[in-house]
C-alpha cells in the first residue's frame, strides 16, 4: 500500500512539474514570437550588424538570454531561424524544473512545439535527436503531454496565430511519378550535403581569421552586412517568413541558393538562431523548381522540400513525418518519411546538430 501511495505522489508531482513547464515554454514562446512579428513588422538594421557581431564574440550567450539575443540577430537582419532557440529555451527550462532527462526531452518538445504549432512534430522531434535512429519509449506520454500542452497555452491563453499552409494531394500512382520521386529526395540530399559542407567551411575559414577577440566580431558584422547589402541578398535578410507560402504558388529556385548562402555566412560568423525556417525556405523553394524542371505537382514538391530538407539534417525522419501531416494534410506521409530517409543518409553523418550520436545499428553513411 506503502508503495503504491508512493507511485502515485511521485506521479502527481511529476503530472504538476509538467503542467508547470508547459505552461512557462508555452508563454515563453509566444513572448518570442511576438518580439519577432514586431521586427519582421519595424524592419531590419543592417548597419547593426558589426555591434552585434562584437557583443556575440564578447560574451557567451547562457541559455536564459537566448530569446533577447536571437532577437538581436533578426533585428541586425541576420538570416537565421528560431526552432533552435525554442528548443534551448525548453531544454533549459525543463533542466530548471528537474535534472531528470525526461524533463530536458519534455522542454524541448513544448518549445519546438509552441513556436510552430505542430505539436506531434515538437513530441517526436525531442525524442529523435539525441541518437539517430534510437527513441526511449517510456518519454513518449511526457514529450506528448508537453508538446500538447505548450501549444494550447500558446494558442488560447496568448492568442498566437501560426501561418495556414495549402493542404497538399497525391496525383494517381505512376512508376515515372515515384521514379521522379526518388530524383528529388537525392536533388534534396545534394543541397543538404552542400548546406552542410559550405557552413563547416565558412566556421573553419573564420576560425583561423587572424583578428582576434572582439574585432572578430565586428568583422562578422562587417562581412554579413557587405553580403547582405548586395541586391540579389536582400530577400534573405531576416526570418523571412513572408516568402513561406511563395514556392506552392510559383517558381523561384535562385532564392534557395542566396538564402543558403546568407544562412550559413550567418550562423557560421556567430549570430544566433534556429535553421528550421531558412531550411524550409530553401528545400521549399530549391523542390519548387525540381518540379517546374521535371512536371511534377509544384504544391506537393514544395511540401516535400519543406519538410524533408530540414528533416535530413536534422536526422529526425518521424518528426519531419509529422510535420508535414500537421502542416499539408496527411495524404503524402509515407512520401515525407521516404524522402527524409534518402535526405539523412545522402547528406552524411554530421547534421545541423554536432552531438547528435548514431544508435549501433544503424548503418552510417562513410563521409
Known amino acids: 500500500m506503502a508503495r ?47 555591434l552585434v557581431g562584437l557583443i556575440f564574440q564578447s560574451f557567451k550567450v547562457p541559455a536564459y538570454l537566448i530569446i533577447p539575443a536571437t532577437w538581436l540577430s533578426h533585428l541586425a537582419g541576420a538570416s537565421v531561424g528560431r526552432e533552435g532557440t525554442a528548443v534551448t529555451m525548453g531544454r533549459g527550462l525543463g533542466e530548471k524544473f528537474s535534472d531528470v532527462d525526461l524533463f530536458s526531452k519534455a522542454g524541448m518538445a513544448a518549445g519546438f512545439a509552441s513556436v510552430f504549432g505542430t505539436p506531434l512534430a515538437g513530441a517526436f522531434f525531442a525524442l529523435e535527436v539525441g541518437e539517430v535512429g534510437k527513441i526511449n519509449f517510456r518519454h513518449i506520454p511526457a514529450c506528448l503531454f508537453a508538446a500538447f500542452s505548450a501549444n494550447y497555452v500558446s494558442l488560447h ?27 528529388l529526395g537525392l536533388f534534396l540530399a545534394l543541397i543538404a550535403f552542400l548546406y552542410k559542407r559550405s557552413e563547416s567551411i565558412i566556421i573553419s575559414a573564420f576560425d ?77 523553394h530549391a523542390a519548387s523548381g525540381f518540379a517546374s524542371w521535371f512536371a511534377l505537382p509544384v504544391g506537393l514538391s514544395a511540401a516535400i522540400g519543406f519538410v524533408c530538407l530540414y528533416g535530413g539534417l536534422a536526422k529526425t525522419p518521424l518528426a519531419a513525418t509529422f510535420l508535414g501531416m500537421e502542416l499539408f494534410g496527411p495524404s503524402a506521409w509515407f512520401i515525407y518519411f521516404i524522402i527524409t530517409l534518402i535526405v539523412l543518409f545522402g547528406s552524411g553523418k554530421k547534421g545541423i546538430f554536432s552531438n547528435q550520436t548514431w544508435a549501433d545499428y544503424l548503418p552510417k553513411p562513410i563521409y
Open 4 to 50: 503504491i501511495k508512493g507511485l502515485i505522489k511521485a506521479f502527481l508531482l511529476n503530472l504538476g512539474l509538467l503542467v508547470a513547464l508547459s505552461f512557462a515554454t508555452g508563454s515563453l514562446s509566444s513572448l518570442f514570437l511576438a518580439g519577432l512579428d514586431w521586427i519582421q513588422h519595424n524592419g531590419s538594421y543592417l548597419y547593426a550588424l558589426p
Open 157 to 183: 491563453v496568448y492568442g498566437t496565430k501560426h501561418l495556414s499552409y495549402p493542404s497538399v494531394f497525391l496525383p494517381e500512382f505512376s512508376g515515372a511519378f515515384y521514379a521522379k520521386l526518388a530524383l
Open 208 to 284: 583561423k581569421s587572424p583578428v582576434q577577440g572582439p574585432l572578430k566580431g565586428i568583422l562578422a558584422g562587417l562581412i554579413l552586412f557587405g553580403v547582405l547589402s548586395i541586391p540579389v541578398f536582400h530577400e534573405t535578410i531576416g526570418l523571412g517568413s513572408e516568402f513561406l507560402l511563395r514556392p506552392f504558388t510559383s517558381v523561384a529556385p535562385d532564392f534557395a541558393l542566396w538564402k543558403l548562402l546568407a544562412t550559413n555566412l550567418s550562423l557560421g560568423l556567430g549570430f544566433k538562431g534556429g535553421e528550421a525556417t531558412p531550411l524550409f525556405l530553401i528545400g521549399s
